[in-house]
């Protein structure tokens, strides 16, 4: 391709954030709206990078609009961009939602300026990594997002913000360590960085500097603690229940699918026998996550702190998925990863909403709203209806497949049981959704609540494109699942 699609669309945030950076005065509306501009036009690249993707089932599994130039030749870095149908789904799901945070961010008028920087800022460093080849460029956008993501929640954040935002910079930081040293040994081992010639080669050719079971411990550490998996996912909680609303739809929607992008192409993708043979060690993991988070779940009060613990159960579902290793799975880990984005995003940001309106984030607190704020009140239920996996929602298409392909697969041994026992998450989420929704609003009508405003119009714009999003995806989940099958079969054989 003559234009460069994907580095555009990588940059093109960063770039407004420097624009909206230098902006003389401080009018909110003029950033406002640079800032709008610097997100669509990503956006609508993305779904032309779609279009345009030749998703015939020779091609989808390779790299298309590639971008490679040499970056630092003494160490074989290259400058590498591309896609194909495994990381594609990502990289539209994270321009989309770049988009939309602006929408969620529209009510923000404190420090306006540095708000919207830090926000493009943070959007283009997770596109970077899901479009980067090269092991280096992909940990300098991995690196980048944990500088925006500190200040968003230290300065716009609530409640313990200070706290959370160190939790959660301590915590990226333990796992970038750990993913640093598994890259350095991958490169004293082979003399190359590049994600597609190592998972081509493997590491037969090559003496290993270090046993290939402990690069892929690393590694795994260090995408583990992004997804999150259980032990390492207190930080979810916290940095979700204290950060601003867009930041949680970030970090919901796009962020954590950085773990299970980085296992399915460099941890499983490089080091397939070695994630056989810990396979079933894993499958215990993901199934614990999932149950762990949904008791959890079963027991918070505060609105987003409810919706943080159901993330972590819903990524148990992305780690039963991949370490089951069959096609099916796979695919429906990825799915998985989509739908919670959407699913996820917009629950986060109609309870910002919520929140915003009516003064009020505990649940026990909270009722009736259903007869002040009834367009919230349907948006959020059928948000809550896709997170619990109700058929003809995203949620439902993603985690069938994730079932059926875990039960299915002789890959590893003992996952019959471990599907069985993770499918126990599906119906105590189920619980704890219309749980919340009931109690939140339903039930007798509260005066207190009198006068509390619905969804304005640019609330309703956010609201209405995930929720068609969702609904897409669920009535038709072949638009993606059939490049997604045909990227993930190279990892598996």
């Known amino acids: 391709m003559s234009f460069n699609y994907l580095s555009a669309i990588v940059f093109l ?262 994630a056989q043979r810990y396979g079933t060690v894993l499958v215990i993991f993901a199934v614990f996550t999932i149950l762990y988070g949904a008791a959890v779940t079963l027991r918070q009060t505060d609105i987003k702190k409810l919706i943080a613990y159901s993330s972590v159960s819903h990524m148990g579902f992305v780690l039963l998925g991949i370490f089951a290793l069959s096609q099916v799975s796979v695919t429906g880990a990825v799915l998985q990863m989509v739908s919670h984005g959407f699913i996820a995003g917009l629950l986060f940001a109609v309870a910002g909403l919520v929140m915003h309106n009516s003064h009020e984030r505990d649940l026990s607190k909270l009722g009736g709203l259903a007869r002040q704020i009834p367009f919230i009140t349907v948006i959020f239920t059928l948000g809550g209806l896709g997170g619990l996996g109700l058929p003809g929602t995203s949620g439902f298409a993603a985690e069938f497949l994730v079932f059926i392909g875990s039960f299915s697969s002789n890959a590893v041994p003992g996952l019959q049981v471990g599907t069985i026992l993770a499918v126990l998450g599906v119906v105590v989420g189920a619980g704890y959704v219309l749980w919340m929704i009931q109690r939140a609003f339903y039930g007798p009508v509260m005066e207190k609540f009198d006068g509390t405003e619905d969804a304005h119009a640019v609330d309703k714009i956010y609201m209405v494109l995930l929720v068609a999003a969702m609904l897409l995806i669920g009535i038709y989940p072949a638009i993606l699942t059939d490049i997604i099958k045909v990227a993930v079969l190279p990892i598996l054989r």
């Open 13 to 274: 945030p960063m770039v407004g954030a420097i624009v909206i950076a230098l902006l003389p005065g401080k009018s909110a509306g003029s950033i406002k709206r640079v800032a709008l501009v610097f997100t669509i036009i990503p956006f609508i690249l993305s779904l032309v990078v779609f279009a345009l993707f030749n998703k015939s089932s020779g091609a989808a599994g390779l790299i298309q609009f590639s971008e490679k130039v040499s970056w630092i030749p003494a160490i074989n870095a290259f400058y590498h961009l591309g896609v194909d149908g495994l990381n594609l789904p990502f990289v539209v799901l994270t321009a989309f939602l770049g988009f939309l945070v602006i929408l969620v961010s529209w009510h923000i008028d404190l420090r306006p300026k540095e708000y919207f920087a830090w926000l493009l800022l943070l959007e283009g460093s997770i596109l970077g990594v899901f479009a980067a080849l090269d092991l280096l460029l992909f940990f300098l956008f991995w690196e980048i997002e944990v500088i925006p993501m500190y200040f968003l929640i230290s300065i716009w954040g609530a409640g313990r913000r200070e706290y959370s935002a160190i939790k959660y910079v301590i915590y990226t930081l333990f796992g970038s360590a750990m993913m640093l040293a598994g890259i350095l040994s991958l490169y004293f081992t082979t003399g190359s960085l590049s994600m597609i010639d190592l998972a081509n080669t493997g590491l037969a050719p090559y003496r290993a500097v270090i046993p290939a079971a402990a690069m892929f411990s690393l590694l795994l550490t260090g995408f583990a603690v992004k997804l999150p998996v259980f032990p390492v996912h207190t930080w979810l909680p916290d940095a979700h229940t204290d950060a601003p609303t867009a930041v949680s739809v970030m970090l919901a929607g796009a962020l954590l699918k950085m773990g299970g992008y980085g296992m399915l192409r460099i941890v499983v993708g490089i080091f397939p026998d070695v």
